[in-house]
């Protein structure tokens, strides 16, 4: 079995990717939707975390996920949030793919990927550039042809927020986001 090596920081910030199973695209359909948000909500109760920006696409969604200080352990989130939609949601979203003898084994189901991909975000700069990533994602995916087409996606609050303008290159908007998280600070 390989040994997983992952970076646990507390209160750190990760850019966070996590696949449907066989890429299946179950995940922008309204229950799929329903079933995510509602596992988020619940998970966040008892394992708090904030969510930067998020992006669903059919078959995977990308997170920037801050823990709070003190814990570094966003696996059991992840965890939780998978074991929630698949005990909760599993029958109703009808996903029509075989499971391995592998995964029957362990019990696993056809919803998700056993693993999920997590970058530890070093910086500023990095913490911008997979916030970018994100929100273009769609674009990349060929879903649409500019981020604020895309439905699913944070983008919406941080246009009306003024920190993404609509028709500005992603280095506009990324030095207006670096601007804004300075004035914070």
Same mark, same amino acid.
């Given at each position: 079995m390989s040994d997983y090596r992952r970076l646990n920081?507390?209160?750190?910030? %990760?850019?966070?990717?996590?696949?449907? %199973?066989?890429?299946?695209?179950?995940?922008?359909?309204?229950?799929?939707?329903?079933?995510?948000?509602?596992?988020?909500? /619940?998970?966040?109760? /008892? %394992?708090p975390f904030e969510i930067d920006a998020f992006v669903l696409l059919p078959e995977h969604f990308h997170c920037l996920l801050t823990l709070p200080l003190g814990d570094k352990d966003f696996s059991v989130r992840l965890r939780l949030i998978k074991s929630y939609v698949t005990k909760h949601y599993g029958g109703?979203?009808?996903?029509?793919?075989?499971?391995?003898?592998?995964?029957?084994?362990?019990?696993?189901?056809?919803?998700?990927?056993?693993?999920?991909?997590?970058?530890?975000?070093?910086?500023?700069?990095? %913490?911008f550039a997979h916030y970018d990533y994100i929100h273009n994602n769609p674009v990349r995916h060929g879903l649409c042809t500019k981020p604020e087409d895309w439905e699913f996606s944070s983008i919406h609050r941080f246009i009306k927020q003024g920190i993404y303008a609509i028709n500005r290159n992603p280095n506009q908007n990324l030095e207006a986001a670096i601007e804004m998280w300075d004035d914070q600070e």
């Open positions: 920081v507390a209160g750190g910030t %990760y850019f966070i990717t996590q696949v449907t %199973y066989q890429r299946v695209p179950w995940l922008c359909g309204e229950v799929g939707r329903r079933a995510l948000r509602e596992a988020i909500a /619940k998970v966040r109760v /008892k %394992y109703v979203l009808e996903v029509d793919q075989e499971v391995s003898a592998s995964r029957e084994k362990r019990r696993e189901s056809n919803l998700w990927q056993r693993r999920f991909w997590e970058h530890l975000i070093q910086d500023e700069q990095d %913490y």
